[in-house]
C-alpha cells in the first residue's frame, strides 16, 4: 500500500472535463467532495508519521465521510448517449458503494487526485472498465461482481466464509423495458440485455449465505465489505448494497437508505435487517483489494 502523502494539498484542479461535460453534474459540489475526502485522510498537523490505510479501512472511510449524502434514485439514467456521470452529492444504494470503492482506490495512489478518481469510477461501473453503450454498464449486480472480480477491484469471499450456491435466474430488465429509458426505445439493446442476462444465469460461480446463518459467519466479515442482500424476487439478484460496519460489537452498515433518505448508519444489526426485507434470502460479501494486489 503506498502511504497518503502529506503533499495532497496536491493539483485536485487538474480535473478531467467529466465533471463540467455532465449536464445533471454539479462540478463545484462533486468537485469540493473528491477534494474533502482526500483532504481527510491527511495526518494530523502535529503528525510526523505518514498513515497507511489497508483498502478496508479507506473504504470505510469513504462511506463516513459521505454520510448523510441525499438518497436520489437512477441518478444515471437519462443522458441521450451513455456517459460518464460522476455525482457523489445525490446517492442511491449501488452508486454508494461504487463511488466509495472509487474514492478508496484513487487514495491508494502517491499523489491521488480528480482524474484517477474518474478513472477508478469508469473502471468499476462499465464492463472491462469500457463505456460502448448502454448495455457496457453493469446494471446486475451479480454481472458487476464477476465483472469487477475479473478486473481485481474486489474479492468475492462468500464462498469462504461458508456461502451456500447462489444461482441468478435474471430476466427483469429485458422484460419491463419500459422502466428503462436506455432500452425503453431501442429493441436492439433489449436483445443485447437478453444475451448479457443469459450469461450471467449460466455462470455457476456465485454463492450466499443464508439469512439464518448471518449470525454464525459475521466474525469474518470486516468493517469496509460491501454486503450484497440476495433476494427471490421473479428477474432479479441483488435488491440492495452497502457497506459493512462493526459498532459497539454489532454488526450492521451503511447505506444509502430510500426509507430514510439519505445515507447512514444501520439501526438495526444486519442480521435483523434481512429478515424486514421483502424476499431476501441473504448475503454475499466482497472485499476490496489494493489497487496494486493484480
Excluded at 98 to 127: G, M, W
Excluded at 182 to 197: A, K, P, R, T
Amino acid at each position: 500500500m503506498k502511504a497518503i502523502q502529506t503533499i495532497l494539498l496536491f493539483s485536485l484542479f487538474s480535473v478531467t472535463g467529466v465533471f463540467a461535460q455532465q449536464p445533471d453534474n454539479d462540478f463545484p459540489k462533486d468537485e469540493q467532495i473528491v477534494r474533502g475526502y482526500f483532504n481527510s485522510l491527511l495526518p494530523a498537523p502535529e503528525d510526523t508519521v505518514q498513515s497507511n490505510y489497508s483498502p478496508d479501512e479507506l473504504m470505510l472511510k469513504a462511506a463516513f465521510f459521505l454520510l448523510k449524502t441525499p438518497y436520489v434514485a437512477q441518478t444515471l439514467e437519462g443522458n441521450a448517449e451513455e456517459e460518464l456521470v460522476v455525482n457523489l452529492h445525490e446517492l442511491d444504494c449501488m452508486t454508494f458503494v461504487e463511488n466509495c470503492l472509487a474514492l478508496s482506490r484513487a487514495a491508494q495512489y502517491p499523489f491521488p487526485d480528480s482524474d484517477y478518481f474518474v478513472r477508478q469510477l469508469k473502471y468499476i461501473r462499465y464492463r472491462s472498465g469500457i463505456i460502448h453503450g448502454y448495455t457496457s454498464r453493469l446494471h446486475y449486480t451479480t454481472d458487476w461482481i464477476a465483472d469487477n472480480v475479473g478486473k481485481g477491484t474486489i474479492e468475492d469471499i462468500t464462498y469462504a466464509l461458508g456461502g451456500k450456491r447462489f444461482q441468478p435466474h435474471l430476466g427483469f430488465m429485458s422484460s419491463h423495458p419500459d422502466l428503462y429509458p436506455g432500452l425503453s426505445e431501442n429493441s436492439q439493446d433489449v436483445e443485447v440485455m437478453i444475451s448479457i442476462e443469459r450469461a450471467i444465469n449460466q455462470r455457476n460461480t456465485y454463492y450466499y449465505i443464508p439469512q439464518n446463518e448471518i449470525n454464525d459467519k459475521q466474525a469474518l466479515i470486516k468493517s469496509g465489505d460491501i454486503i450484497c442482500f440476495t433476494t427471490n424476487l421473479p428477474g432479479l439478484d441483488i435488491s440492495h448494497l452497502g457497506i459493512a460496519c462493526w459498532n459497539k460489537g454489532q454488526l450492521s452498515f451503511i447505506h444509502a437508505s430510500s426509507k430514510y433518505k439519505k445515507v447512514i448508519i444501520n439501526p438495526e444489526s444486519l442480521a435483523d435487517y434481512c429478515g424486514t426485507i421483502k424476499g431476501n434470502t441473504g448475503i454475499m460479501v466482497l472485499r476490496p483489494l489494493s489497487v496494486n494486489s493484480k
